[in-house]
C-alpha cells in the first residue's frame, strides 16, 4: 500500500470514526479471548478486588501492591515522573500468573479498545507486519494480533519478569516474539510495519525519534496516551522534525468500574513520511469520537455495562443486527461526561 492511499484511508477516518468498527462478532471474539486466556474482565468494585487481591495472592502482596501502587499515584498527583526503579518494580510484581489478570483488568476497557483499534488499522491501512509492541507487559495484545490477524509481533519490556511471564503465556502462539529490550535496540531499524505504544512509554523527542527509527518507509505509528501530550508545543515541534505525518486522531476508553467510573485516553496515528502536519484542531477532532458518538451509547440504560466501550459502540453502530440483547443485569452506570 502506498504512501498515498494510507494517508487516503487515513483522511477518510478523519470524516468517519466509524471507518474504525469492527464487526460486533470480531470484537466480542476479542474480549472473549482476554476474558478466558488473560482473565482480563470488567474489574470489580474496590471492596471486592481487595477480597479477590487477598484471595489470589496473600496480605504479603496486597499490602506490596497497595504500597507500590499508592507511591506512583503521588508522583502523578504532584504532576512529576514516576522513577523508572519504582515503576519497574511495579510491573515485577504484577506479572505473576495469580494476579496478572485481576491487576490488568482495572485497565480493561483500553486493553480491549486498544486490541480492536490494533486489528481495525491492520485491516484499513493493510498492514503486512511486522509489528512492533512497545511495553508489551505479558503480552495480550501480541497474542491478540497472532490470533486475530495472524502477522507476526514482537514484543518489548524493560521488565525480565514481565517477558518470562508473556513467554510462557504465549508459548503456543505462532508468529510471538518477546525481548526484554528498549527501542534502543539497534536490531529494530526500519524493520515494522506498524510500531504500538499503548500508554506505555514517555512520548518525547527521544521516544519518538526511536519510535520513526524503528519504522519501515510509509510505517505506522500509534500512540495512545493523555491528550495533553499531543497538543504540548514541544510535542508538535519534535514531531515535526521526525518525519512522523498526521493520520487520525481518536479516544479510547470507557467504563473502567465502580471506582473510577469513565476514563478516556487520546489516541494518535502517524505516518513515516506522511505529509499532513497535527491540525491545529488536534483536541477537537480527538474529542469528536466521545462527544459526537460515545456518550450516546453509553448514556442509553439499555448498553450493557461491560460493553461501554469505544470497539462496543462502534461494533453496535456499525453492525445493529449483529449486537446482542441487553444484559439488565449489568446494572446502571452513572452518565457520561465531557473528555
Known amino acids: 500500500m502506498t504512501e ?5 484511508v487515513c483522511r477518510k477516518i478523519v470524516q468517519d470514526k466509524l471507518l474504525l468498527a469492527l464487526p460486533f462478532a470480531q470484537v466480542l471474539a476479542i474480549d472473549t479471548y482476554l476474558k478466558e486466556e488473560w482473565i482480563i474482565k470488567l474489574p ?6 481487595e477480597k479477590e487481591l487477598l484471595k489470589a495472592a496473600g496480605g504479603k502482596f496486597r499490602k506490596d501492591y497497595n504500597t507500590l501502587y499508592y507511591k506512583q499515584a503521588d508522583y ?42 490494533i486489528i481495525s488499522l491492520i485491516k484499513n491501512l493493510n498492514v503486512c507486519g511486522p509489528i512492533l509492541d512497545i511495553g508489551c507487559s505479558i503480552g495480550y495484545h501480541c497474542g491478540v494480533v497472532a ?17 518470562s511471564e508473556a513467554k510462557r503465556r504465549n508459548k503456543n502462539t505462532a ?13 529494530f531499524a526500519e524493520k515494522f510495519d506498524l510500531v504500538c505504544a499503548i500508554d506505555s512509554i514517555e512520548i518525547n523527542k527521544t521516544n519518538l525519534t526511536l ?8 510505517g505506522i505509528a500509534l500512540l495512545i496516551n493523555d491528550l495533553e501530550v499531543f497538543t504540548s508545543p514541544e510535542f508538535k515541534k519534535a514531531l515535526a ?23 478516556a485516553k487520546a489516541v494518535l496515528v502517524l505516518i513515516k513520511g506522511g505529509n499532513h502536519p497535527l ?22 440504560k439499555t448498553t450493557r455495562k461491560d460493553q461501554k466501550t469505544q470497539a462496543y459502540c462502534r461494533a453496535k453502530l456499525a453492525n445493529l443486527p449483529d449486537l446482542q440483547p441487553a444484559d439488565p443485569t449489568n446494572g446502571p452506570t452513572p452518565p457520561i461526561s465531557n473528555l
Open 4 to 8: 498515498q492511499s494510507r494517508e487516503d
Open 44 to 49: 470489580s468494585d474496590p471492596e471486592h478486588f
Open 76 to 117: 502523578l498527583i504532584s504532576g512529576d515522573p514516576i522513577p523508572p526503579a519504582l515503576e519497574q518494580k511495579f510491573y515485577d510484581l504484577i506479572a505473576g500468573e495469580k494476579i496478572a489478570g485481576l491487576i490488568h483488568s482495572k485497565k480493561r476497557t483500553f486493553i480491549l479498545d486498544a486490541a480492536a483499534l
Open 147 to 163: 490470533k486475530f490477524a495472524g502477522l507476526e509481533i514482537t514484543g518489548i519490556d524493560s521488565s525480565k519478569k514481565t517477558i
Open 175 to 187: 508468529k510471538t516474539t518477546f525481548k526484554a529490550t528498549t527501542i534502543e535496540n539497534e536490531e
Open 211 to 218: 519510535i520513526s527509527k524503528t519504522l519501515k518507509p510509509n
Open 241 to 263: 522534525i521526525e518525519d512522523l505525518g498526521f493520520g487520525f486522531t481518536d479516544v479510547s476508553g470507557g467504563w473502567i468500574g465502580e471506582e473510577t467510573g469513565f476514563e
Open 279 to 300: 491540525p491545529s484542531d488536534l483536541k477537537q477532532q480527538a474529542e469528536s469520537g466521545w462527544d459526537n458518538l460515545f456518550k450516546d451509547y453509553a448514556n442509553d
